[in-house]
């Protein structure tokens, strides 16, 4: 059985970032994405 994931956004620079949206940037520079948010990114649980 999979675990849905319960992060539905982060937190970066006081500004919220939909996963999704996060997601989709990092399909398109894997690298550039990584070292932009790096130790950057909070998540928030969505219960």
Do not use: P, S, V, W
């Amino acid at each position: 059985m999979f675990a849905k994931n319960k992060f539905q956004y982060c937190i970066y620079n006081h500004e919220r970032l939909e996963l999704h949206e996060l997601q989709k940037e990092y399909q398109k520079d894997k690298a550039g994405t990584k070292f932009k948010y790096e130790n950057q990114l909070f998540a928030i649980l969505h219960g």
